[in-house]
């Protein structure tokens, strides 16, 4: 799996005002969304282009135009929709799918409460949009999902990993067939004992949506 870590100032300026725990919500979700809009840049390296012929006022030339299908956006509620519009502005003819997940916060396990996907994924490329990877559990089930469904190139895009997330998702995913990446803001130190990344910024879904 590659991982890419986006170090650049911009990000790491904004993602320690998304830590602060001073930072309110309508502040928390804006940076969430101008996060998104700069990984994304590093998330669509590889999205899929097509020669297209323009005449510019000047002369004929060759450019590129995004491939048909065009990629899937998949927000996973209710932290990734957080990234949604950030990652939408960037692209703005993808198509947008969801995954409800919620991690049981005493097992840390993983369940799913919604979906709503296309059934065939064949030939599409999809990003998985989460702010948080702690243990992985949430990410791989997402993922595991879209492959069965065909999907045959998928990014993940964070803004916060856990090590150990990063190393669960390495091995789940080892035998997908299909290309995975990550993409994240930063690699966090570790999971305290409660399964939460240190220093990592709480819950993200809370901070964004408030608690429910
Ligand atoms: O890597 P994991 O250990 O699976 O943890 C990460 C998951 O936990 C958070 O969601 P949460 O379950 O809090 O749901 P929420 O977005 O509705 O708050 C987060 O947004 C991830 O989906
Ligand atoms: O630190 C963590 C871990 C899981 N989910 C969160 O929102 N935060
Ligand atoms: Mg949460």
Known sequence: MRVH??????IAHKLTYLRDKRTDS????RLAEELMTLLAYEATRDVRVE????ETPV??????????PKPLIVPILRAGLGMLEGMVRLLPSAEVGFLGMQR?????????????LPDDLSGRQVYVLDPMLATGGSMIDAIRFLLERGAD????VTLLAAPEGIAAMETALADAGVPVQ???GS????????????????DAGDRLYGVV
């Open 182 to 184: 990550l993409v994240t």
């Open 51 to 54: 020669p297209f012929e323009i």
């Open 187 to 202: 690699i966090d130190e570790r999971l305290n004992e409660v399964g939460y990344i240190v220093p990592g910024l709480g």
């Open 59 to 68: 002369a004929p030339t060759t450019g590129i135009k995004l491939s048909n």
């Open 5 to 10: 870590v986006a170090d650049h100032p911009l």
């Open 26 to 29: 309508p502040t928390f979700r």
């Open 153 to 156: 190139d998928i990014t993940a």
């Open 104 to 116: 049981n916060e005493e097992t840390l396990e993983a369940i799913t409460y919604a979906n709503r």
